[in-house]
Structures are given as structure tokens and as C-alpha cells.
């Protein structure tokens, strides 16, 4: 027994379980399957997206009044906002930025150490899954397009690893020794 105890350890306490791609991936996917957190942005050029997405009835430009200023901009219509959170269009038809509301698919490309001993950073590339993506997004958006790159930032609670926050990949600097890996959920 005494021998056992000492190969084994006797700590009364469970080693806390290291965070794997898979479990950041379900952690992740559970929030955007509840609409949480499943926000993401994309910013390109394009000539006639403002057009397509009018024809569309996605958006359509509107007079807005605030604070005694008027201006004209284009807003999402009520068809538009069951497929997009926002919008900012150019009329140059450059740097229109699109954000999402999903369906996504994600791949982890890595997991390092955060800043707490308890804390680590996930880096992940999330794009529109375009089998499931609604056919007017498709009309109006290229594929190509529609996807990008975030960091989540996960804490140890108990034995359980819980999403703390995102911030873009610029906002987080990887650590060193940094270990990439990929797991791509279907």
C-alpha cells in the first residue's frame, strides 16, 4: 500500500483535466448554438454587393436623424436581420464590413498557456458553413470570404474549463512554446 502511495500519489485531489481541441470546440459550439457570443465580422470589397443585397430586400438605405444631424446609410431589413447582426457599406465599395449571425464551423488551431496558470488561449479559424447557410447570404456574399480567425480565452472552474471571452488574434500574443494542434469538427 505504502509503495502504491508513493508511485501513484496520495492526493485526495483529481489532477484538473488539461483543455483539448475537442472540448474547446464543444465549449464553443454549445454558445453558438444559443446564439451567444456567435457574432463574427468580415471586412472586403466588392462592387455590387450593396446592389445585390437591395434586390435581395437584405438592406436597404434609410434617412437616419440623430442629435439634429441627418445622413443616409444602408440597415439591415427585417429579412436581412434573421441572417445578419450588421452592417457598415461603402458606397466606394471598399472595406464593407458584414457581421454574422452563422451557422459556423470552427477548427482549433491551437492551445497555449494564458496568462494564470489556470487560464489558456485558444486560437480558432470559424467560417460559414455553406451547406447550411441561408440561400440569400449565398446570393449576395463570396464563399471565399466568409471566414476568418479568433482567440478564446478559457479558465479552470473546478474540473471543468469555462469560455471566458474572445479577442482578435492581434489583441492576444501567443505565448512562448506555443503548441499548435487541429481539430476540426463536422
Same mark, same amino acid.
Not at 454587393?49 to 446609410?73: F, H, M, N, Q
Not at 479559424?125 to 447550411?132: G, L, N, P, Q, T
Given at each position: 500500500?505504502?509503495?502504491? =502511495?508513493?508511485?501513484?500519489?496520495?492526493?485526495?485531489?483529481?489532477?484538473?483535466?488539461?483543455?483539448?481541441?475537442?472540448?474547446?470546440?464543444?465549449?464553443?459550439?454549445?454558445?453558438?448554438?444559443?446564439?451567444?457570443?456567435?457574432?463574427?465580422?468580415?471586412?472586403?470589397?466588392?462592387?455590387?454587393?450593396?446592389? =445585390?443585397?437591395?434586390?435581395?430586400?437584405?438592406?436597404?438605405?434609410?434617412?437616419?436623424?440623430?442629435?439634429?444631424?441627418?445622413?443616409?446609410?444602408?440597415?439591415?431589413?427585417?429579412?436581412?436581420?434573421?441572417?445578419?447582426?450588421?452592417?457598415?457599406?461603402?458606397?466606394?465599395?471598399?472595406?464593407?464590413?458584414?457581421?454574422?449571425?452563422?451557422?459556423?464551423?470552427?477548427?482549433?488551431?491551437?492551445?497555449?498557456?494564458?496568462?494564470?496558470?489556470?487560464?489558456?488561449?485558444?486560437?480558432?479559424?470559424?467560417?460559414?458553413?455553406?451547406?447550411?447557410?441561408?440561400?440569400?447570404?449565398?446570393? =449576395?456574399?463570396?464563399?471565399?470570404?466568409?471566414?476568418?480567425?479568433?482567440?478564446?480565452?478559457?479558465?479552470?472552474?473546478?474540473?471543468?474549463?469555462?469560455?471566458?471571452?474572445?479577442?482578435?488574434?492581434?489583441?492576444?500574443?501567443?505565448?512562448?512554446?506555443?503548441?499548435?494542434?487541429?481539430?476540426?469538427?463536422?
Amino acid at each position: 500500500m505504502a509503495a502504491s =502511495c508513493i508511485t501513484l500519489g496520495c492526493s485526495s485531489k483529481a489532477a484538473p483535466p488539461d483543455l483539448t481541441a475537442i472540448t474547446a470546440s464543444v465549449v464553443i459550439s454549445q454558445r453558438w448554438s444559443r446564439a451567444e457570443l456567435s457574432h463574427f465580422a468580415v471586412s472586403f470589397h466588392s462592387d455590387d454587393l450593396i446592389e =445585390c443585397g437591395v434586390k435581395a430586400d437584405l438592406w436597404k438605405l434609410a434617412e437616419v436623424t440623430e442629435r439634429g444631424y441627418t445622413w443616409t446609410t444602408y440597415q439591415l431589413t427585417p429579412k436581412g436581420s434573421k441572417i445578419l447582426f450588421a452592417i457598415d457599406l461603402k458606397g466606394s465599395g471598399k472595406g464593407h464590413e458584414i457581421t454574422f449571425r452563422g451557422p459556423y464551423r470552427l477548427e482549433i488551431t491551437n492551445i497555449a498557456p494564458g496568462s494564470d496558470p489556470d487560464t489558456r488561449r485558444v486560437d480558432f479559424r470559424w467560417e460559414i458553413d455553406w451547406d447550411k447557410a441561408p440561400p440569400d447570404l449565398k446570393t =449576395c456574399l463570396p464563399k471565399f470570404e466568409l471566414s476568418g480567425y479568433e482567440v478564446a480565452t478559457f479558465k479552470l472552474s473546478g474540473l471543468d474549463w469555462k469560455f471566458v471571452s474572445y479577442s482578435k488574434p492581434d489583441d492576444a500574443s501567443a505565448p512562448a512554446g506555443a503548441t499548435p494542434v487541429a481539430v476540426q469538427l463536422p
